[in-house]
C-alpha cells in the first residue's frame, strides 16, 4: 500500500542538471504543473524532482529538455534544514518511481 504517492503531468522550467553524487548519477529538473481552478483561472505549481540512477540514464537517453512535457510518479520527499542565520527551511522533491516524456503524435 502506498501512503506517499504523487502523480504530475507537467513542462520542464529548464534543461535537467546531470551529476554524479557518490558514484551514483543523479538528474534534477523542475516541473510546472498547470491546473484549472475555475472562472477561467489557471493555478501553477513548481516542483523539483530529482531521480537517480535509470531515470538519469533514462532522461539522456530521450534527451530532455526545456519545455519538454513529463508525466512523474513517485513519492514526495520534504527536507529540513537551518540557512546561514539560522532560520528553519523546508523544501520538497519528488523521488520518481517512474516518469516519462510525453510525445506529441506526428500530424499526417
Do not use: C
Not at 516542483?47 to 537517453?61: C, E, F, I, Q
Not at 534544514?81 to 516519462?100: A, C, I
Request: glycine content about 8%; hydrophobic content about 30%.
Amino acid at each position: 500500500m502506498l501512503n506517499n504517492r504523487i502523480i504530475l503531468k507537467g513542462n520542464l522550467t529548464r534543461d535537467p542538471e546531470y551529476k554524479t553524487v557518490s558514484d551514483r548519477d543523479l538528474v534534477t529538473f523542475r516541473v510546472a504543473v498547470n491546473e484549472s481552478v475555475g472562472n477561467g483561472k489557471e493555478e501553477t505549481i513548481y516542483l523539483d524532482v530529482d531521480g537517480w540512477g535509470s531515470h538519469a540514464a533514462y532522461s539522456k537517453n530521450v534527451d530532455l529538455v526545456k519545455g519538454d512535457r513529463v508525466i512523474v510518479d513517485g513519492r514526495l520527499r520534504q527536507r529540513n534544514w537551518e540557512d546561514k542565520d539560522g532560520n528553519p527551511r523546508t523544501s520538497y522533491s519528488v523521488l520518481p518511481s517512474t516518469f516519462s516524456k510525453v510525445v506529441k503524435p506526428v500530424a499526417k
